[in-house]
T-cell receptor, first 111, second 118 residues
């Protein structure tokens, strides 16, 4: 059974640009959550999608957005990038409750 | 107040010894889940073990077991017979409530850096 796939693995972007990250969950899992990990703030919840609907949202500015498609794949978008957006972005796949499995992450560097 | 507390920022352990990583949590919800993840330097967050608040037995997965003491709000991870490949950051996390709750998200501890010595 394939795991969680995040693309791309690495990204370098310039301040002010926008970026889109992709996450393909485990087959059959309908919940996809996104987390940001930075050395200073640790791991923080961005949002969760379940069956194409945003079910929960963390405390991030509106520049951070996401969506989920009918095949459960999810994308997150960050507009008007800031230096502080440099982080490891992790996507978690879950059947809805219980265990949550992560992808390898996308390491975003904003210069 | 911290919801998840991991009091050991770093640990050195001799190969083949057992390891206990501490985690205490704070919640007023009756329904919650506790998770342990391993994060090697590559960055991938590897799921190790899960314990639901209503599970009466301690969870086990191979060399990993979760010592769940509900009254003490403690969820320590035990790794038996440690290996060099166990060197990594270890995170304890909690998810409270039920899926439709606004707080239904993983809340993370600060992590413990475990180094296994040969």
């Amino acid at each position: 059974k394939a795991g969680v796939t995040q693309t791309p693995r690495y990204l370098i972007k310039t301040r002010g640009q926008q970026v889109t990250l992709s996450c393909s969950p485990i087959s059959g899992h309908r919940s996809v959550s996104w987390y940001q990990q930075t050395p200073g703030q640790g791991l923080q919840f961005l949002f969760e999608y379940f069956s194409e609907t945003q079910r929960n949202k963390g405390n991030f500015p509106g520049r951070f957005s996401g969506r989920q498609f009918s095949n459960s794949r999810s994308e997150m978008n960050v507009s008007t990038l800031e230096l502080g957006d440099s982080a490891l972005y992790l996507c978690a796949s879950s059947p809805g409750t219980g265990e949550a499995f992560f992808g390898q992450g996308t390491r975003l560097t904003v210069v | 107040a911290q919801k998840i507390t991991q009091t050991q920022p770093g640990m050195f352990v001799q190969e083949k010894e057992a390891v206990t990583l501490d985690c205490t949590y704070d919640t007023s919800d009756q329904s919650y889940g506790l998770f342990w993840y391993k994060q090697p330097s590559s960055g991938e967050m590897i799921f190790l073990i899960y314990q639901g608040s209503y599970d009466e037995q301690n969870a086990t997965e191979g060399r990993y077991s979760l010592n769940f003491q509900k009254a003490r709000k403690s969820a320590n991870l035990v790794i038996s017979a440690s290996q060099l490949g166990d060197s990594a950051m270890y995170f304890c996390a909690m998810r409270e409530g039920i899926p439709m709750d606004s707080n239904y998200q993983l809340i993370w501890g600060a992590g413990t850096k475990l180094i296994i010595k040969p």
